[in-house]
């Protein structure tokens, strides 16, 4: 893959953006100087972002597992963000060799780059289009050209959804999602939250999230109701809505605060 320059035209470069810095904490190459600047800043004053990175990454990873073991073999990843190891389709396919995946990303460096990367993959599409516009990302070409929402599918938003403004009603945008999903299909997500038990990891959080608010793409924190709320409609799978290093692993790290859950759609759920 090559690695990105500062000459690409249409791109704002004035200010980091939160897929290329992420890209960046995961050693990538698709990024450029404004991102490298903010990524360092960032794990100057909070040296565990980067395994925090990481960890999102590895509960994407059992999730779209689960996900295949449920016997669902289609995939909408909303905020796919820029292609790093372990894609969701190299994830899905060693599992079931035919799974199909719609990659959804607003970021134009993101989506340059994952057409590239995907040029050769069947069964594999890239959109541009805002995920807080389902209308417009469940319309496009890329996804309703490849996936059938008769059956069960997939959708995937993790580290997307703490994007999204509060203005934008997050519960109404993932009911229209929601609506539209067959019978055993699956939401799997990851948030940003400083309403967690420890209060260094809640500091750290609200910390971080003061720093993307100078950023292209600021966070926003939500409490562990408000999440609840966006998920009201699906069954959530065991163990609930959890700190990601803590969802179907073990492990001696501190908590991210950072939740993840995957939610099921029942038959008598479905609208």
């Known amino acids: 893959m090559c690695v990105v320059t500062d000459e690409h035209p249409g791109i704002d470069l004035s200010r980091p ?11 990538g190459s698709h990024n450029f100087a ?14 565990d972002a980067a395994l925090a990175g990481h960890a999102n990454r590895a509960f994407l ?8 073991e449920l016997g669902i073999s289609q995939f909408l ?5 820029i292609p790093t190891a372990g894609n969701v389709h190299d994830i899905a396919r060693r599992h079931l060799p035919d799974a199909r995946v719609a990659y959804v990303d607003i970021e134009p460096v993101a989506v340059a780059h994952s057409r590239a990367v995907l040029a050769d993959q069947v069964g594999v599409t890239i959109t541009r289009a805002d995920l807080r516009d389902p209308d417009q ?3 496009a070409d890329g996804v309703r050209g490849l996936l059938d929402f008769e059956a069960p599918v997939a959708v995937l938003a993790v580290a ?8 934008d009603d997050l519960p109404a945008v993932v009911g229209r999602y929601r609506e539209v999903m067959a019978p055993g299909s699956a939401l799997v997500i990851s948030h940003g939250s400083d309403d967690v038990a420890d209060p260094a990891a809640a500091a750290h959080m609200r910390e971080l999230a003061e720093v993307m608010a100078t950023s292209a793409t600021p966070a926003y ?15 959530l799978v065991d163990p609930g809505l959890v700190d990601i290093r ?9 908590d991210t605060a950072v939740y993840g859950a995957v939610g099921l759609v029942s038959a008598r759920r479905r609208r």
């Open 17 to 27: 953006n939160a897929a290329r810095i992420y890209d960046y904490m995961l050693g």
């Open 34 to 47: 404004v991102d490298r600047a903010a990524g360092e800043a960032m794990l100057a004053r909070f040296p």
């Open 61 to 68: 990873g059992r999730a779209v597992e689960l996900c295949c």
């Open 77 to 81: 990843d909303l905020g796919s963000g």
């Open 137 to 139: 990302v469940l319309s």
């Open 160 to 167: 997307a959804l703490h994007y999204v403004a509060p203005d």
């Open 221 to 235: 924190l939500r409490s562990r109701a408000r999440l609840h709320e966006a998920l009201a409609g699906f069954d």
């Open 246 to 254: 803590r969802w179907r692993t073990h492990s001696e790290l501190p």
